[in-house]
C-alpha cells in the first residue's frame, strides 16, 4: 500500500494543530472588526454565486470564431 503522507508531513500536520490548539486561550481576545469589513466576505459569496449561476457564453464565442478558424 503506497504512503501517501510523508513522517515529516505528518509531524508538520501535528504541530501545526497543535500551535492553532493552544494560541487561542494564550492571546488576549480581540474586538470585533468593523460592521463595514463584516460585509466583505458576503459580497465576495454573492459575486461567486452570480458568477456560478451566470449563462455561460462560451456558445456565443465559439460562433463568432467559427469565421475565424
Not at 29 to 39: A, G, Q
Request: hydrophobic fraction near 60%; proline fraction near 17%; charged fraction near 5%.
Amino acid at each position: 500500500m503506497p504512503r501517501y503522507y510523508s513522517t515529516r508531513s505528518i509531524m508538520f500536520m501535528v504541530v501545526l494543530t497543535l500551535i492553532l490548539l493552544m494560541l487561542p486561550p494564550v492571546l488576549p481576545p480581540l474586538p470585533p472588526p468593523p460592521l463595514c469589513l463584516l460585509f466583505v466576505p458576503v459580497m465576495i459569496m454573492s459575486v461567486l454565486v452570480m458568477l456560478a449561476l451566470s449563462p455561460s457564453f462560451q456558445d456565443q464565442l465559439l460562433c463568432c470564431m467559427a469565421p475565424l478558424l
